[in-house]
């Protein structure tokens, strides 16, 4: 299994949002980089569920329940999707400034390379921000 962050702005799709369509098309991602990262995933995996802009917090974890599909909004099909669903809140939202005072993270993607939209993470990072979270 691997583990992954993914943004979203929660004004365009929140947490919340996610948990009352039951499951959710991850799409829209216009960069490498991410692709390569939603076309890696495989059912089963995990994910952090981050909102970005407002809010800068993990919410919550979701699990890819589709891997390798064609993002619905790419006409030409170059760019990769997944669908995912809810799997849990967090109990206490981890935000993007207690994940830069943790040492034990400063290597991990969310801040090496901040504008990444879907991010890998190690197992360790996964279980350190669970820790965080309460989880």
Not at 24 to 53: C, I, P
Request: charged share 30%; proline share 6%; net charge negative.
């Amino acid at each position: 299994m691997r583990y992954w962050l993914m943004k979203s702005e929660p004004d365009a799709y929140s947490w919340d949002d996610l948990n009352a369509e039951g499951e959710g098309t991850w799409d829209g991602v216009r960069n490498h980089r991410a692709k390569n990262n939603l076309a890696a995933m495989e059912v089963g995996d995990q994910a952090f569920f981050y909102h970005s802009n407002i809010g800068k917090e993990i919410v919550g974890i979701v699990e890819i329940s589709e891997s390798g599909l064609t993002d619905p909004t790419d006409p030409e099909g170059k760019w990769a999707a997944v669908k995912v669903k809810p799997k849990s809140v967090i109990p206490k939202p981890v935000t993007l400034k207690a994940i830069k005072a943790e040492p034990r993270l400063a290597e991990c993607e969310l801040i090496k390379l901040s504008r990444l939209s879907v991010a890998e993470l190690t197992p360790e990072e996964w279980t350190v921000i669970l820790e965080m979270g309460g989880a």
